[in-house]
């Protein structure tokens, strides 16, 4: 019988090259050692979208989806501006419309307290604008250029100005002075006055300013004017000027006067309105003959003031009596215009009153000095030249009490009027400057104030 023998094994269409069952069912799994590590991950190109990306892109293909208006995606980029430009509202990341903070009442708020207080203090905003942004704008009605300092002697007294009466919100209608400087600054020596005796260029110059700054502390200071003590004033004299200006001070009388040197009103009669003096003048500095310095000045201050609040009694008190001697180089006011037309003036912005007398009419008073300051040679005195001595003073007043030495100056406001005794001294110009003053003992009266 033949043998049949066995033939070479080949491998069959459904095994496995290493003769694993590809069933899984036996032998050893192909992918038992693979290592899925994570470059291998991340490097993957392919990724299977969701079911429900894939059901919503089948959908879409056909139905795009329709905006509602109400969210907003943040790929949707910046939305278009709205009608006249107005930017879009902003969106959060989640496509939120942001509320815009609410800063429109509390800016209406501020802005209505803002106008109250102004219109409750119009003369106080008035100074406020004077001081910051320069000049306050011109109240009399008329716009003119600021009258320089004087360099010399006038020839005559200024232009007339068209008769008004002034109130707290025009204090200078109807005044030469309404132009005029307002500080000693505006005061200088037309040039350098160089050595003089014994004080060198320096010295002499620090003496002309010293001579100033008292000048202001006496009569432009608002403490002074409103009845204070001027010790600014006094601690710039030597000794005995200081010692003789300190008796008046404490008794005043008719031989010691403290308004020869200081311009001092009674708050409780005059007040001195915000925007309340004008001065014009020149000075001028010469050796004294014994190599000291003396120092020449001649100035007018006019005051713009409103009644205090006891300014009719007092009109009444200190009238002077018929037959007393006038010898004060003191004039009373002109005389009193007519009586207000009584219109109704708005107080600021809000409530309307009448303008009773004593309210908003106010007065000047005019006062010219001219004065001496003298710096000895401390070689042969003995003083320092750094303190004022007092030389030859003058002084006039124009619309003030007669008669009256109590320290102060006493305004007559037309609405407060009284009958005056006849006066013996002449009518005077107050502002005309090109004349001397001189020592005459009489009380008259003033064409203009």
Not at 321 to 334: F, H, K, L
């Amino acid at each position: 019988m033949p043998i049949a023998e066995d033939p070479e094994p080949r491998p069959s269409e459904g095994r496995a090259p290493d003769g694993a069952d590809p069933s899984g069912a036996g032998g050893k799994d192909p992918f038992a050692d693979l290592v899925l590590d994570e470059e291998f991950v991340r490097g993957a190109a392919v990724k299977e979208p969701a079911g429900r990306t894939r059901m919503l892109s089948a959908r879409w293909q056909h139905t795009p989806p329709v905006d509602p208006g109400g969210r907003r995606s943040v790929n949707d980029g910046p939305r278009k501006a709205g009608r006249f430009g107005r930017a879009p509202k902003p969106v959060d990341p989640w496509g939120n419309a942001r509320p815009r903070p609410r800063w429109q009442a509390p800016l209406y708020v501020l802005l209505t307290v803002v106008v109250l207080l102004g219109a409750l203090n119009v003369d106080g905003v008035r100074s406020w604008f004077s001081t910051t942004f320069g000049a306050a704008p011109d109240r009399s009605g008329t716009s003119a250029a600021p009258v320089a300092p004087e360099t010399a002697r006038p020839t005559g007294a200024p232009s007339p100005v068209d008769e008004e009466q002034p109130t707290v919100d025009r204090p200078w209608a109807g005044s030469p002075a309404k132009d005029w400087p307002t500080t000693m600054d505006a005061f200088d020596l037309p040039q350098a006055p160089g050595a003089i005796g014994v004080f060198g260029a320096e010295q002499v110059a620090a003496q002309v300013k010293l001579v100033k700054d008292y000048l202001a502390a006496a009569n432009l200071d608002p403490k002074v004017i409103a009845g204070g003590r001027p010790d600014a004033a006094l601690a710039m004299l030597e000794r005995e000027s200081r010692d003789k200006l300190e008796i008046a001070l404490a008794r005043p009388s008719k031989e010691d006067d403290p308004t020869s040197a200081f311009d001092r009103f009674d708050p409780r009669e005059a007040v001195q309105v915000a925007d309340g003096v004008r001065l014009q003048g020149r000075l001028s500095v010469e050796g004294d003959g014994e190599k000291g310095v003396v120092v020449h000045t001649d100035f007018t201050y006019v005051y713009a003031l409103r009644p205090g609040p006891e300014a009719a009694q007092r009109a009444t008190a200190q009238r002077p009596t018929p037959g007393a001697p006038a010898q004060s180089p003191r004039s009373a006011p002109p005389a009193a215009p007519a009586p207000g037309d009584g219109a109704v003036k708005p107080v600021g912005l809000l409530l309307p009153v009448a303008d009773v007398p004593g309210d908003t009419r106010t007065a000047r008073t005019i006062v010219r000095k001219t004065e001496d300051f003298r710096f000895y040679d401390p070689g042969k005195y003995q003083n320092s030249p750094k303190k004022i001595n007092f030389g030859k003073r003058r002084s006039e007043v124009g619309n003030t009490a007669c008669e009256v030495y109590d320290g102060f100056l006493h305004p007559r406001f037309p609405q407060f009027a009284q009958p005056d005794p006849e006066r013996t001294g002449p009518a005077t110009d107050p502002y005309d400057r090109s004349k001397e003053l001189t020592a005459r003992g009489e009380c008259g009266t003033i064409t203009r104030s």
